[in-house]
T-cell receptor
Framework: AQSVTQLGSHVSVSEGALVLLRCNYS??????LFWYVQYPNQGLQLLLK??????LVKGINGFEAEFKKSETSFHLTKPSAHMSDAAEYFC??????????FGKGTRLHILP | EPEVTQTPSHQVTQMGQEVILRCVPI?????FYWYRQILGQKVEFLVS????????KSEIFDDQFSVERPDGSNFTLKIRSTKLEDSAMYFC??????????????FGPGTRLTVL
């Protein structure tokens, strides 16, 4: 069965510092992987997705993620955090069917 | 930019009452989904819908739940007799296709259902 594990329900970084949100997946077949962001009182917005093309995926707002099959990881990074990045981030996996399996989410706090 | 919309944003109901949550998917999309997020927990898949029928449903989606596309634009989730544990944020999503690598699911802002 597919699943994703997000390490850390809360992560705090200083403004301008590196953002690293961790995600590990479990899938019996090569997966499609996603990061979604949820700003307060808003829906889920797609940040980026991996669909078996390039292993380094660039998304919106300066975020990127690297698919590492050997580590079954798809960590999300951003070189320099902005205050506007404060939100909840969800890692998700999908196989060849259309159902998305979400992680529990990581709330990112940006410290001034 | 086209977006998925949901109404109402917040619904309060008494236990045992029926509720209908409404969604307007993106107009050229063919696949529709409902997910829910109980407070403090992960977003969970409920059901997918294509060509006027359910294509997949989770074990959460029992007989008290139903979905319908009553016209060309709306996609609804009905909970026949609400329970306290149905309190959650319900997200609608739609995609142009289903299962292909390029098919992105676009999510609405959610309806927060509170069952008293």
């Amino acid at each position: 069965a597919q699943s994703v594990t997000q390490l850390g329900s809360h992560v705090s970084v200083s403004e301008g510092a590196l953002v690293l949100l961790r995600c590990n997946y479990s899938s019996s077949v090569p997966p499609y992987l996603f990061w979604y962001v949820q700003y307060p009182n808003q829906g889920l917005q797609l940040l980026l997705k991996y669909t078996s093309a390039a292993t380094l995926v660039k998304g919106i707002n300066g975020f990127e993620a690297e698919f590492k099959k050997s580590e079954t990881s798809f960590h999300l990074t951003k070189p320099s955090a902005h205050m506007s990045d404060a939100a909840e981030y969800f890692c998700a996996v999908r196989n060849r069917d259309d159902k998305i399996i979400f992680g529990k989410g990581t709330r990112l706090h940006i410290l001034p | 930019e086209p977006e998925v919309t949901q109404t109402p944003s917040h619904q309060v109901t008494q236990m045992g009452q029926e509720v209908i949550l409404r969604c307007v998917p993106i107009s050229n999309h063919l696949y529709f989904y409902w997910y829910r997020q109980i407070l403090g927990q992960k977003v969970e898949f409920l059901v997918s819908f294509y060509n006027n029928e359910i294509s997949e449903k989770s074990e959460i989606f029992d007989d008290q739940f139903s979905v319908e596309r009553p016209d060309g634009s709306n996609f609804t989730l009905k909970i026949r007799s609400t329970k306290l544990e149905d309190s959650a944020m319900y997200f609608c999503a739609s995609s142009e296709g289903g299962g292909r690598a390029t098919d992105t699911q676009y999510f609405g802002p959610g309806t927060r259902l509170t069952v008293l």
